[in-house]
């Protein structure tokens, strides 16, 4: 088999974001440089971001936050947690094929991670699991343009329960214990709240974000159980807000908008929300 085939090819592009290499770095650059992130939080040493994961017409000027502060940082790998919409487990589930491709060329699959991770219980190798999944596609262009040379872990949530997401926390941190040569970027891949009026939604999102910023994770476990907040990335998200707090570190809005904001209707809109933790 040849690296070639051994790669997860692209399979929303032209759908959720240009399929044409010119348009699709335009695109991508253009919601990068308009972002307006603070130089006091751009010079931190920042180990995760939150991103949303919707058509780039949706929440691209939004992800467009994230991938600013961290834009040039010398990352060797990028952890990828999102949530599979078409597939539920109990487990996580990796790829482990050589590359992962989309019009701008090819990332290399951080195979020794992936390959750590599977030895672990409740992390299964399905690759084409990821085949189908949006959430973690999306994030590829931007992060090929504001990183650079980077290798990837990508990783699916199979359910959203409060152990799925400490037992990612703590993964997480044994990755970044064990490969001490490399410096890594946890990205999570959420949207918020979904098909509300706008009033509706920014209320709703409003609450996350004080979740986010206050790493209050219990409330957010609770929250969400009593559906007072939504994020359909409840998993990576909450591993953030649980890792954050448990490394002490900041956890700090940079955009919260929703779809009627960016895109048009307000009687039903999406939540989108990008942060970082350093």
Not at 95 to 121: A, C, H, M, Q, W
Not at 201 to 210: G, I, R, S, T
Not at 253 to 263: E, F, I
């Amino acid at each position: 088999m040849n690296f070639i085939e051994n790669c997860r090819h692209p399979s929303f592009a032209g759908s959720f974001y240009p399929s044409e290499k010119f348009k699709l770095e335009e695109m991508v650059r253009n919601y990068i440089q308009r972002a307006e992130v603070p130089e006091e939080i751009r010079k931190q040493d920042i180990s995760a971001i939150l991103v949303p994961h919707a058509g780039y017409k949706y929440s691209g000027p939004v992800a467009g936050y994230s991938y600013k502060a961290v834009e040039g940082k010398n990352y060797t790998t990028v952890i990828l947690t999102g949530p599979s919409h078409n597939f539920y487990s109990t487990s996580f589930i990796l790829d482990n094929r050589d590359f992962y491709k989309t019009p701008l060329g090819l990332v290399e699959i951080d195979k020794e991670v992936i390959n750590f991770l599977s030895k672990f219980e409740r992390f299964e190798t399905i690759p084409n699991i990821h085949d189908e999944e949006h959430s973690l596609e999306v994030q590829i262009p931007f992060i090929q343009l504001a990183l650079g040379n980077v290798k990837l872990a990508p990783i699916l949530f199979g359910d959203v329960s409060k152990t799925s997401m400490i037992t990612m926390a703590e993964a997480i941190d044994k990755i970044i214990n064990t490969f001490t040569d490399r410096k890594f970027l946890i990205i999570s891949s959420s949207d918020l709240s979904h098909y509300h009026t706008y009033e509706e939604a920014y209320e709703l999102d409003k609450k996350l974000a004080q979740i986010f910023e206050s790493k209050d994770f219990e409330k957010y476990i609770s929250y969400l159980a009593h559906r007072e907040i939504e994020a359909c990335g409840a998993g990576p998200l909450g591993t953030l807000i649980y890792y954050a707090r448990e490394k002490n570190k900041t956890a700090k809005v940079l955009k919260l908008l929703n779809s009627g904001d960016t895109s048009g209707p307000k009687d039903y809109v999406v939540g989108y929300m990008s942060g970082v933790v350093y």
